[in-house]
């Protein structure tokens, strides 16, 4: 009998078709995860684990290094990073710095100076990147209480600091297309977005997606001496023809696919053309915890041609309800990709 009540919510929609299930054990090369959280150690956030069970997991998953990027939240959680996981392992991890935003008031117009200053201090201190959270372009303001821009002049000494110190900049300045979108039932995040709603960044009052967008573009191209990482392919997975422009364009813009392989599994054909011509911009990255499972997911995504699966560890997808299809890349872009693009642009060997 049927539901003629049903809500969204309580849909389960279980696939009929008969395919193939390919379970990935390890990568075909080793992995350098270019994108992770650790988090606070000794808080109440993301990881509690042991270090040693940590490496466990990451021997397990065959992940070589991990760069975490937690450091960006500020200087006193890089340190106690470097102190607690740096210390452990140290050819094992690699933490990034990041920019106290909110000191801009104390510093003015000089602001972008002394975070000049502070990026040399957590150099010396041992990061190894800088991290740019997504408040910069959306929220971060200056002393006279006016919203930032990405492309804002009085940033060039911090971003030519990260190029002078051959410091990666590893940059997310916008969330998927959809969480700029009204929140009706046109949006394909619907049900994301009510679980979130602080994801939603309507404009106004917030800039439009293409105005951070095309901030970027225009900070990385000033910026040429200085390697900037887009997270989550760019910040523009659902147009890889806009990113593979600004790759094109800028010899010093790279990516991660941290978190977008919903996004490129359902466009299996544009994203196996993009990860083969641009094999060597690209880098792997999970924006997660590290999870064996997770890890082994993600492989199943780049080595296989399995098709109409979930991209996800839950009941549910999380970012929207479709299934992806795996890439089945070649070798040669394998390699690159989960190794030798990290190891060449952040850990600074070939």
């Avoid at 602080?198 to 000033?222: C, E, I």
Wanted: glycine share 6%.
């Amino acid at each position: 009998m049927s539901q003629p009540d049903l809500t969204l919510h309580d849909f389960r929609p279980q696939s009929k078709l008969v395919v193939k299930h390919t379970h990935i054990d390890k990568p075909r090369f080793p992995v350098i995860d270019a994108h992770i959280h650790l988090a606070e150690p000794f808080g109440n956030n993301w990881d509690q684990r042991p270090v040693t069970e940590l490496l466990d997991v990451l021997d397990a998953a065959n992940v070589r290094l991990v760069v975490d990027l937690d450091g960006g939240w500020g200087e006193d959680i890089l340190h106690r990073h470097l102190d607690h996981f740096k210390a452990a392992a140290p050819e094992r991890f690699i933490h990034f710095g990041g920019v106290k935003w909110d000191a801009w008031a104390e510093h003015g117009d000089r602001f972008g100076e002394w975070a000049a200053d502070r990026l040399r201090a957590q150099a010396q201190r041992g990061a190894q990147g800088l991290k740019i959270w997504k408040p910069f372009g959306l929220s971060v303001r200056d002393h006279h209480d006016q919203l930032v821009r990405l492309d804002d002049p009085r940033l060039d000494p911090l971003w030519a600091t990260a190029g002078e110190l051959g410091l990666p900049v590893l940059i997310h300045i916008a969330d998927p297309v959809a969480f700029f979108d009204p929140l009706d039932a046109t949006n394909e995040r619907w049900e994301e977005l009510h679980a979130h709603p602080d994801w939603q960044f309507p404009s106004p009052p917030y800039p439009s997606f293409m105005t951070l967008l095309n901030g970027l573009a225009k900070l990385v191209t000033r910026h040429a001496q200085t390697t900037f990482i887009g997270a989550h392919i760019g910040c523009y997975s659902e147009n890889l023809q806009w990113v593979a422009d600004l790759l094109d364009r800028c010899p010093n813009f790279y990516v991660d696919i941290s978190a977008r392989i919903g996004e490129l599994g359902r466009q299996p054909y544009s994203a196996r053309r993009f990860f083969i011509q641009y094999a060597d911009r690209i880098l792997f990255g999970t924006d997660e915890r590290a999870e064996l499972e997770y890890y082994q997911l993600m492989y199943r995504f780049l080595e296989t041609d399995d098709e109409y699966f979930h991209y996800g560890l839950g009941d549910l997808p999380r970012q929207g309800r479709w299934r992806i299809y795996g890439l089945y890349l070649p070798d040669e872009v394998l390699q690159q990709v989960y190794f030798a693009n990290a190891q060449r642009i952040i850990v600074g060997k070939d």
